[in-house]
């Protein structure tokens, strides 16, 4: 009798060996993927670098760009860097202050002996806000006019450079009396245009910069004597620059 023939059992899940050598493989794909991507910042710069080094003469990347980009920022927040805050100037001491007064009060007696300005044109006085050195119209400016005499340059100049710098304040000032001509409508330009003036030739002429100085006008309004004499409205028409003790540039 013939034997028969033992038929082989087929294995149907051999594919299982293939799938799972597959899954191994992608798994450590996607870990390698995620060990670059938490790699050294430094490490990516450095290469970065070396990259743009070698590939910029040829052409490669842009000769504007530093360093080539690593990843798509376009959609990242932007970062802007803040504005640099200034630093407040130091208040002027006191002593400082009485300084600045005593130079001035030297300058005023040579300038008397030279004769180029009228005695008692300049006077100065301290108060809480500061030093306050008042510029009689009769030594500074014809009537109705903001044009500096000619004569008083050389006191104001020598002024000017005894003036640290400093906050400081010039004030125009009036009397009550209407002005008429056809340049100032009224003392408020008057007023306005003679302290402008003085602040243009302490910008010119002195160390004080454009950030500590102001110019203010207010025409009639702040007089330190009566308006009804003669005598009143005569110190009342005055240019004041104030040497302030703080950083505050206006009332």
């Known amino acids: 009798m013939s034997r028969k023939k033992k038929h082989e059992h087929v294995n149907h899940e051999r594919w299982l060996v293939s799938y ?11 870990v390698v993927l995620f060990a670059s991507s938490q790699s050294d910042k430094k490490k990516q710069s450095q290469v970065a670098a070396a990259m743009q080094s ?9 000769s504007h760009s530093k360093t080539p980009p690593i990843a798509d920022n376009s959609f990242a927040p932007s970062q802007t860097k803040p504005a640099a805050i200034p630093l407040p100037m130091p208040p002027v001491g006191s002593t400082h202050l009485e300084e600045t007064e005593a130079r001035i009060h030297r300058l005023l007696r040579t300038q008397s002996a030279s004769g180029g300005i009228p005695p008692g044109s300049v006077t100065t006085h301290m108060t809480p806000e500061g030093l306050v050195i008042s510029l009689n119209e009769i030594g500074f400016f014809a009537s109705g006019s903001a044009e500096v005499r000619v004569a008083s340059m050389a006191m104001l100049t020598a002024l000017a450079t005894t003036l640290p710098n400093a906050p400081v304040r010039v004030e125009g000032h009036t009397d009550n009396v209407p002005i ?3 340049q100032y409508p009224t ?3 008057l007023s306005t245009a003679r302290a402008t003036a003085i602040a243009r030739l302490l910008l010119e002429r002195s160390n004080i910069q454009p950030t500590n100085l102001a110019a203010a006008g207010y025409a009639e309004y702040h007089p330190v004597a009566s308006n009804a ?6 110190q009342n ?15």
Request: overall charge negative.
């Open 20 to 30: 799972a050598d597959f899954i191994t493989l992608l798994f450590a794909f996607f």
């Open 54 to 62: 070698a590939f910029t003469p040829l052409g490669i990347f842009e």
């Open 180 to 182: 008429h001509n056809d």
């Open 187 to 189: 003392n408020w330009e």
């Open 229 to 234: 004499t003669e005598e009143g409205r005569s």
């Open 237 to 251: 028409r005055r240019v004041d620059i104030i040497l302030l003790r703080d950083r505050a540039p206006s009332r």
